[in-house]
């Protein structure tokens, strides 16, 4: 593993239905994030983890839920999913041990449909 | 809400041509930093420039930042065909996380 990645690449869901996207970053990043992507909306932060065993709301978490057990994963569940969760989501993690700046190291992406 | 906003929305010029875009923000922040989307691809972290500093250079990217006028250009030179794709602005204040703009989608044509 290098880097941060996601799982799966894709999916077709059908409205519901429970589904749990995957994200595992191997840089000892304290911090981890999901965003999503709409068309013209840029990314919006969905949930976020501060270090293991600590998360926080972002600007869209409803329909939503994380858990961070360990440094390394960052699961996001959709515990019934809706058609207007149909979008892109990306993890990313950063390095905020110290203190500095929050440059950000993204996932390739998981594009959702809900139909 | 949006604290950065990225203007234009879309962008199209030939290569070798430079190629400028703005990012307006609201609130006070301690950074501003630029990414680029591929593609399909997840975003890369380009630049970030400081709140203290007024220009940043790294290769063919030249940052500005205006505080006065909360804005910030990111100029791209020379522009290549690799240089298509969305770019990003991304604020990072005291109150809260890194919020990212809507892009510029900026084309290279051949």
């Known amino acids: 593993i290098a880097g941060i990645t996601q799982a799966p690449t894709s999916q077709i869901l059908a409205a519901g239905r429970r589904m749990t996207l995957r994200c595992t970053q191997d840089m000892r990043h304290n911090a981890m994030y999901w965003y999503r992507q709409d068309l013209g909306l840029g990314l919006r932060l969905i949930h976020y983890?501060?270090?293991?065993?600590?998360?926080g709301k972002g600007e869209v978490p409803d329909g939503y839920s994380v858990s961070r057990a360990n440094t390394d994963d960052f699961p996001l569940t959709l515990a019934s999913a809706v058609p207007s969760q149909t979008s892109v989501y990306f993890c990313?993690?950063?390095?905020?041990?110290?203190?500095?700046?929050?440059?950000?190291?993204f996932g390739p992406g998981t594009r959702l449909t809900v139909l | 809400s949006q604290q950065g906003e990225e203007d234009p929305q879309a962008l199209s010029i030939q290569e070798g041509e430079n190629a400028t875009m703005n990012c307006s923000y609201k609130?006070?922040?301690?950074?501003l930093q630029w990414y680029r989307q591929n593609s399909g691809r997840g975003l890369v972290h380009l630049i970030l420039i400081r709140s203290n500093e007024r220009e940043k250079h790294s290769g063919r990217l030249r940052v500005t930042l205006d505080t006065s006028k909360k804005s910030s250009s990111l100029l791209i030179t020379a522009s290549r065909a690799a240089d298509t794709a969305s770019y990003f602005c991304?604020?990072?204040?005291?109150?809260?996380?890194?919020?990212f703009g809507s892009g510029t989608r900026l084309s290279i044509r051949p």
């Open positions: 990313a993690s950063s390095d905020e041990t110290s203190g500095g700046p929050q440059t950000q190291y």
């Open positions: 609130t006070s922040i301690n950074n």
């Open positions: 991304a604020t990072d204040s005291s109150a809260s996380k890194i919020i």
């Open positions: 983890s501060n270090t293991a065993g600590t998360t």
